[in-house]
T-cell receptor, first 113, second 112 residues
Framework: GAGVSQSPSNKVTEKGKDVELRCDPI?????LYWYRQRLGQGLEFLIY????????KSGLPSDRFSAERTGESVSTLTIQRTQQEDSAVYLC???????????FGSGTRLTVV | KQEVTQIPAALSVPEGENLVLNCSFT??????LQWFRQDPGKGLTSLLL?????REQTSGRLNASLDKSSGRSTLYIAASQPGDSATYLC???????????FGKGTRLHILP
């Protein structure tokens, strides 16, 4: 597609439920990144994919968080047993392997009630 | 560990003024530096990207400079407009196959 697409754009879930967030990168972009932005805070790195492998997942905050990627396309970020502190905007970005700039999606706003 | 700092955290200026946003980073061995704009409730829009070998980049009323040796970048906005109101984020990329590290941003408000 023309840009990075994220779905859903908004998600409200009850504490303790699992959620899945989806990112469709730009076609041909081999590198994919997930970031989290809590209200009023900066962007926190979560995980980086090169193709379908994740050389850097150092930012995942706990074992409740996991992510996978199918080939060089869609990625899903899964949060199990959601907690209120998981409420944030989850942003996805992609770039080509040779590329120098990142393109971000519009994010998924997750609210845990 | 790379740290990116943006000063000021917030800025309000009257419409029409020229202004400068500052970004500093602790490790000068960067691959590139990118400035983004973020509007409330929206994602990030890339404004300018400066490769480590470059000194500046320009796009319209925006000019970004990079002084790698001193660990500084500035974003210059000429003839500011109310539509420029947003949060401006500076991000550094340490090498091609790595995450980018963001500053906390400068929240800019242009007064009509």
């Amino acid at each position: 597609g023309a840009g990075v697409s994220q779905s859903p754009s908004n998600k409200v879930t009850e504490k303790g439920k699992d959620v899945e967030l989806r990112c469709d990168p730009i076609s041909g972009h081999t590198a994919l990144y997930w970031y989290r932005q809590r209200l009023g805070q900066g962007l926190e790195f979560l995980i980086y994919f090169q193709g379908n492998s994740a050389p850097d997942k150092s930012g995942l905050p706990s074992d409740r968080f996991s992510a996978e990627r199918t080939g060089e396309s869609v990625s899903t970020l899964t949060i199990q047993r959601t907690q209120q502190e998981d409420s944030a905007v989850y942003l996805c970005a992609s770039r080509t392997i040779q590329g120098v700039g990142y393109t971000f999606g519009s994010g998924t706003r997750l609210t845990v009630v | 560990k790379q740290e990116v700092t943006q000063i000021p955290a917030a800025l309000s200026v009257p419409e029409g003024e020229n202004l400068v946003l500052n970004c500093s980073f602790t490790d000068s061995a960067i691959y590139n530096l990118q400035w983004f704009r973020q509007d409330p409730g929206k994602g990030l829009t890339s404004l300018l990207l400066i490769q480590s070998s470059q000194r500046e980049q320009t796009s319209g009323r925006l000019n970004a400079s990079l002084d790698k040796s001193s660990g500084r970048s500035t974003l210059y906005i000429a003839a500011s407009q109310p539509g420029d109101s947003a949060t401006y984020l500076c991000a550094v990329h340490m090498n091609r196959d790595d995450k980018i590290i963001f500053g906390k941003g400068t929240r800019l408000h242009i007064l009509p």
